[in-house]
């Protein structure tokens, strides 16, 4: 990842610099329990072990294995999510969300893979 900043030169970062709430990573398999590559739990990399899951099997994102620039990706269709329970009131104050995605090519709508 990139940093940039008219503060400073552009440097590279990883979300350990920074305090996260949870850290979700698909070119970690070791963090990612698979069903036939379906992806059935997703592990926390930021120490808060706030793990998503999906226990119906015919809700759960495919596993691509080093499908982006040679980078594995979770794919998720239409009616495709991953719980995060107990999340409580953890963002009382709002939060932000950095993704990395890539939009379908030719899709009607939207969707990202």
């Known amino acids: 990842m990139l940093v940039v900043s008219p503060f400073s030169a552009y440097r590279l970062w990883t979300p350990t610099e920074l305090t996260t709430q949870f850290w ?3 070119t970690d398999v070791s ?12 592990q926390d990399k930021s120490g808060n072990n706030r793990h998503i899951s999906q226990p119906d099997s015919l809700l759960r994102p495919n596993y691509l294995a080093n499908a982006l620039n040679n980078k594995s990706v979770v794919s998720f269709t239409l009616n495709d999510f991953l719980y995060l329970e107990n999340i409580g009131n ?3 104050s709002g939060f932000d969300i950095y993704v990395v995605m890539k939009p379908i090519s ?7 893979s």
Do not use: K, R
């Open 24 to 26: 979700f990573d698909s």
């Open 31 to 42: 963090t990612i329990t698979m069903v036939d590559n379906n992806v059935e739990v997703w």
């Open 106 to 112: 030719g899709a009607s709508v939207p969707y990202f």
């Open 90 to 92: 953890l963002f009382p």
